[in-house]
């Protein structure tokens, strides 16, 4: 099953690579991609899912498109700046230039990683200790806000450490994970979208969201992104805390999960036929079972629970979601949602679900994990 989904998969990018040379999708409501401009925060899932395929196939044509886009990045980096004032440029430049170091070694993309990594920094709150999520310092609205999708973008943080021995990456991706941790998690291991500090203090207000259905209730999405962010946070640090917030994270997403595996874009939505599903948590959340599973000795129960409960979802994502009965699909996943109070692609392809889609299939099938960390070279 999951070699001819990950054939379909790679046929897909292929397609829209040939298609729109040059170009990113971008969200819409209409069963589509928009093709356009590096210009938003989800570019680098689309250059990440090329590398996936160029490590799948061999094809030197996936290799060649990468590396492409990865010159997009940069010239977004240096040359017109745009919209980089955020906390996700770790979705950025994790799958596309750190993706390219990592396979190919290429110096270059390593530098503009690391550079991508000062930028990044550039959301340090020296007075409370967190990176602000969106927004200038002082912003009205977002200052003081922490957000639990961070999690995944510390990892270009960790990994700059590694390849620098500068301590600031390292501490304020640890700072950040601590006070996610503490005040993200909840004590039934749900979680915030969003938490609100005192700029000038650091002192904690209260938790709220952001793209979920009220305040306190749990957004299916930031939940998968606490499974697989605290657990690679484990990964680079070997804190125990984090290793156990991601477990029981991923206990409490697989808990509330309904019986088909396809999660409600919030687990505390009222219930009805038309309530939006998000396929895209769901990749998210296998991807990171996959890597606790990993993360564990071979024999241990928890591994073999999470890498089962893993698999279930995978083949419920293939059965239920994907677009192998559609040879004209642009998007690998159906029945995403990015912003459903807000209105926006409430229900249709979500590129960073087609990304950890094919991660959880790579991981699946050949066992290589994504672009998160360095890994070994076949």
Known sequence: ?????????????????????????????????????????????????????????????????????????????????????????????????????????????????????????????????????????????????????????????YWAFEQTGDMRYREAAEHQADKSRR????????????????????????????????????????????????????????????????????RYFIGRLPSDGIPYWDFDAEIADETPRDSSASAIAVCGMLEIRSLLEEDDPIGSELGSAADRLLKALVERCATLDDDGAEGLLKHGSYHVRGGRGPDDYMIWGDYFYLEALMRSIKGKAGYWYERQRA
């Open 1 to 157: 099953m999951w070699e001819q989904a990950m054939e379909d998969a790679w046929k897909k990018t292929l397609g829209s690579l040939r298609r729109a040379p040059g170009l990113f999708p971008h969200i819409t409501s209409d069963k589509r991609y928009e093709w356009g401009e590096n210009r938003d925060w989800i570019e680098g899932f689309y250059t990440g899912m090329t590398w996936l395929c160029y490590e799948y196939t061999g094809k030197e044509e996936f290799r060649e498109a990468a590396l492409m886009q990865v010159e997009s990045f940069r010239e977004r980096l240096h040359v017109t700046r745009r919209n980089l004032d955020h906390h996700d440029i770790g979705f950025l430049y994790q799958p596309s230039a750190v993706a390219a170091w990592i396979i190919d070694r290429d110096e270059a993309a390593r530098t503009l990683a690391l550079e991508a990594a000062e930028q990044l920094m550039l959301r340090w709150r020296p007075e409370g200790r967190y990176l602000q999520a969106w927004g200038p310092k002082g912003d009205p609205q977002n200052g003081g806000r922490i957000i639990i999708d961070c999690m995944m973008n510390l990892p270009l943080l």
């Open 183 to 250: 005040y993200l998690m909840r004590g039934d291991d749900s979680s915030y979208h969003t938490f609100y500090f005192r700029e000038e203090s650091g002192i904690p207000i209260g938790g709220g969201t952001h793209q979920g259905y009220h305040d306190g209730s749990t957004w299916s999405r930031g939940q998968a992104w606490a499974v697989y962010g605290f657990a690679l946070s484990y990964r680079y640090t070997r804190n125990p805390d984090y290793l156990e917030t991601a477990i029981r994270a991923a």
